[in-house]
């Protein structure tokens, strides 16, 4: 009896084990899958906004970790991400995975051990990403816009050599770019690095406070005192032009001062050592208005009358033997007023797009947004603002004019440099003229 027990038993384990063996292997073979289009992009969370760790191909294999709603938790190339469900199809047309738990130490003691390759793959990444630099540059060679970031993919429309696009995103060494409306992908080996001498900058932020005591005189006809040092903050009082004021510090462009027993910041720009000489205008400029948006000149132009334009001699243009000098002419009343405005934005992030101070300017944002003050409104790229206005040779400029290079442009400050907004990383800054962008175009008076 004993003997036909032991022998019912043993038939019954092997059966149960037969069982197991055939669950195990339906569960692996569950566990994989292919990718079933031709790109698709792994990301860091189950979301279509999430950032992107990789770009995978179709019929590349990837190891299924886990559902989550309409997404698969996969690993593919020692990297855990994310992957939609439509986009996988599963080893031998098994069931979609439903949950596996994440408890089989091997596989946590296998993730930490891959922990340091794949930071060092991210970091690749993100460095081959920053070579590649966001805004508007220029096509090395003629070359053909791909509708994704994949080598065999569809071809769009094709750019040719010395074309400006602007570079809106960057992965894995592609850069998408827009131009004529269209956007689309190029490798980044088909953008051309320009190379550019060290900007030398004036009126840049610094990184501590300068402790100073010295008098100083607003310089412009009517200045806003601020609270805070930016232009956003509460006006506490408004002084008129050879006002003393008492300067405590300067610090990133401003002066911290003490004036009609008030203290507050105002733009260092506005500030001389010396008394101004002031026309009948800015001697009694109009009443002050707490409206106005920046620390900037809230009167008209200085007044010069008749008599004094028919008798007064135009002082002689100085020459210099430096072909990198150029010849400044006198400039106008209003010219003047738009460097002093655009001078109060000196480090002010660049940002690609931007349109304003608060969020940051682009290069045809910036000269846009101070044009616009003047009630002249330019078109929204560069290319678009060389056409407007009057052509001005390069010994005629004036400051104010706006000055036109290849892809790029600023505002001429006078003395042979100008003020813009030069490239992601930057701030608005002023810089010699010759070494705000690669090639020189031309001049258009505007104003």
Same mark, same amino acid.
């Given at each position: 009896? /004993?003997?036909?027990?032991?022998?019912?038993?043993?038939?019954?384990?092997?059966?149960?084990?037969?069982?197991?063996?055939?669950?195990?292997?339906?569960?692996?073979?569950?566990? +994989?899958?292919?990718?079933?289009? $031709?790109?698709?992009?792994?990301?860091?969370?189950? $979301?279509?906004?999430?950032?992107?760790?990789?770009?995978?191909?179709?019929?590349?294999?990837?190891?299924?970790?886990?559902?989550?709603? $309409?997404?698969?938790?996969?690993?593919?190339?020692?990297?855990?991400?994310?992957?939609?469900?439509?986009?996988?199809?599963?080893?031998?047309?098994? &069931?979609?995975?439903?949950?596996?738990?994440?408890?089989?130490?091997?596989?946590?003691?296998?993730?930490?051990?891959?922990?340091?390759?794949?930071?060092?793959?991210?970091? +690749?990444?993100?460095?081959?990403?920053?070579?590649?630099?966001?805004?508007? !540059?220029?096509?090395?060679? /003629?070359?053909?816009?791909?509708?994704?970031?994949?080598?065999?993919?569809?071809?769009?429309?094709?750019?040719?050599?010395?074309? %400006?696009?602007?570079?809106?995103?960057?992965? /894995?060494?592609?850069?998408? %770019?827009?131009?004529? @409306?269209?956007?689309?992908?190029?490798?980044?080996?088909?953008? !051309?690095?320009?190379?550019?001498?060290?900007?030398?900058?004036?009126?840049?932020?610094?990184?501590?406070?300068?402790?100073?005591?010295?008098?100083?005189?607003?310089?412009?006809?009517?200045?806003?005192?601020?609270?805070?040092?930016?232009?956003?903050?509460?006006?506490?009082? @408004?002084?008129?032009?050879?006002?003393?004021?008492?300067?405590?510090?300067?610090?990133?462009?401003?002066?911290?001062?003490?004036?009609?027993?008030?203290?507050? #910041?105002?733009?260092?720009?506005?500030?001389?050592?010396?008394?101004?000489?002031?026309?009948?205008?800015?001697?009694?400029?109009?009443?002050?208005?707490?409206?106005?948006?920046?620390?900037?000149?809230?009167?008209?132009? +200085?007044? +010069?009358?008749?008599?004094?334009?028919?008798?007064?001699?135009?002082?002689?243009? !100085?020459?210099?033997?430096?072909?990198?000098?150029?010849?400044?002419?006198?400039?106008?009343?209003?010219?003047?007023?738009?460097?002093?405005?655009?001078?109060?934005?000196?480090?002010?992030? #660049?940002?690609?797009?931007?349109?304003?101070?608060?969020?940051?300017? $682009?290069?045809?944002?910036?000269?846009?947004?101070? *044009?616009?003050?003047?009630?002249?409104?330019?078109?929204?790229?560069?290319?678009?603002?060389?056409?407007?206005?009057?052509?001005?040779?390069?010994?005629?400029? &004036?400051?104010?004019?706006?000055?036109? *290079?290849?892809?790029?442009?600023?505002?001429?400050?006078?003395?042979?440099?100008?003020?813009?907004?030069?490239?992601?990383?930057?701030?608005?800054?002023?810089?010699?003229?010759?070494?705000?962008?690669?090639?020189?175009?031309?001049?258009?008076?505007?104003?």
């Amino acid at each position: 009896m /004993n003997s036909k027990m032991n022998i019912k038993s043993m038939l019954i384990m092997a059966l149960i084990g037969i069982i197991s063996l055939f669950f195990i292997n339906m569960s692996l073979a569950a566990n +994989t899958g292919k990718i079933s289009v $031709d790109t698709v992009n792994l990301r860091e969370t189950p $979301d279509e906004k999430a950032k992107i760790l990789e770009l995978l191909s179709i019929n590349e294999s990837v190891e299924i970790i886990e559902k989550i709603g $309409d997404w698969y938790k996969v690993k593919v190339r020692g990297i855990i991400g994310y992957l939609r469900q439509d986009l996988v199809m599963l080893n031998e047309q098994q &069931q979609p995975v439903t949950t596996i738990e994440e408890t089989d130490e091997k596989q946590k003691q296998e993730e930490i051990g891959n922990s340091d390759k794949k930071d060092t793959e991210e970091q +690749t990444i993100e460095k081959e990403e920053k070579e590649i630099e966001l805004g508007e !540059q220029k096509i090395s060679e /003629n070359t053909k816009l791909k509708i994704v970031p994949v080598i065999n993919a569809t071809d769009m429309i094709e750019v040719k050599k010395e074309e %400006v696009v602007n570079v809106i995103e960057r992965i /894995n060494g592609w850069a998408c %770019v827009e131009t004529h @409306n269209t956007k689309g992908w190029i490798r980044k080996e088909k953008l !051309q690095k320009e190379q550019t001498q060290p900007e030398q900058t004036t009126e840049v932020s610094t990184p501590q406070t300068q402790t100073v005591r010295k008098t100083a005189y607003v310089n412009v006809a009517t200045v806003n005192v601020r609270a805070e040092a930016n232009t956003s903050s509460r006006i506490v009082a @408004n002084v008129s032009v050879n006002t003393a004021v008492e300067v405590v510090s300067e610090a990133n462009g401003w002066s911290q001062v003490n004036v009609k027993g008030k203290e507050g #910041y105002i733009l260092s720009t506005l500030l001389s050592a010396n008394q101004q000489e002031t026309s009948r205008s800015m001697a009694t400029p109009r009443k002050a208005n707490n409206n106005v948006p920046e620390n900037t000149v809230t009167s008209a132009t +200085t007044e +010069t009358t008749n008599k004094e334009k028919n008798t007064k001699k135009q002082e002689p243009i !100085q020459t210099t033997t430096n072909p990198n000098t150029v010849q400044t002419k006198p400039a106008s009343g209003k010219g003047t007023l738009v460097v002093t405005y655009a001078k109060q934005f000196i480090g002010t992030k #660049y940002t690609y797009g931007g349109t304003n101070p608060s969020t940051g300017f $682009d290069c045809s944002g910036f000269t846009s947004y101070v *044009y616009k003050h003047f009630g002249v409104n330019l078109p929204r790229t560069s290319g678009g603002q060389s056409g407007v206005g009057v052509a001005v040779n390069r010994s005629d400029l &004036q400051s104010g004019d706006l000055v036109i *290079y290849s892809g790029h442009v600023a505002i001429y400050v006078g003395g042979g440099q100008v003020i813009h907004a030069p490239r992601p990383g930057k701030t608005v800054c002023i810089v010699p003229l010759n070494q705000a962008a690669s090639k020189y175009i031309g001049a258009r008076r505007i104003v």
